[in-house]
């Protein structure tokens, strides 16, 4: 009988234990959130400087000169592609003598774009890459006035 007895008996350690476990967890709770908070600070640091780049970016945008689409054979010689593209002028480049000059810049377009086969075009991070590509020749080609290049139409066969 004094077997059941002590059975029966809550065991006065036992909440103590429970409590040390409870604490634990909170604290464990806190440190995450905690180390989440300083995470996503460092994430709104970096979108504030990403947003004070484009506002920088966006003070030195000028006109934008769309050029005609134009057909070109892909280098693997059984696609086409059909391409139009636009030029983000800077503020101090003179649209009219870059306009006058947009068909080198059709030339660039075409062998650039023809030395690709269809493969290394298609998809959005190729084609992303392909743009970034292009937009930086045609910059240097233009003296740094052209800023970007924008993709009009883009349809591969």
């Known amino acids: 009988m004094a077997e059941e007895a002590e059975a029966a008996a809550p065991k006065k350690g036992g909440k103590k234990k429970l409590m040390m476990i409870v604490a634990g ?9 905690g180390f989440m908070m300083m995470k996503g600070g460092g994430k709104a640091e970096a979108a504030e400087a990403e947003d004070a780049k484009k506002e920088a970016k966006a ?4 006109e934008i000169i769309k050029l ?9 010689g059984d696609h086409y592609l059909k391409v139009g593209i636009a030029l983000q002028l800077s503020k101090k ?13 059709l ?3 075409i062998r650039f774009l023809g030395a690709h086969s269809f493969e290394e075009l ?5 084609r992303e890459k392909a743009r ?15 800023i970007d290049v924008y993709f009009t139409d883009f349809v591969m066969q």
């Open 59 to 62: 003070e030195e945008l000028g």
């Open 107 to 109: 030339d660039e377009t």
């Open 132 to 146: 970034k590509e292009l937009a930086h020749k045609l910059g240097e080609m233009f003296e740094e006035n052209v």
């Open 68 to 76: 005609d689409a134009i057909t070109l054979n892909l280098a693997d």
């Open 25 to 33: 967890v909170v604290v464990l709770a806190l440190a995450g959130g």
């Open 93 to 105: 480049a003179p649209a009219e003598e870059v306009d006058a000059q947009s068909p080198r810049a």
């Open 122 to 126: 298609n998809g959005p991070k190729e």
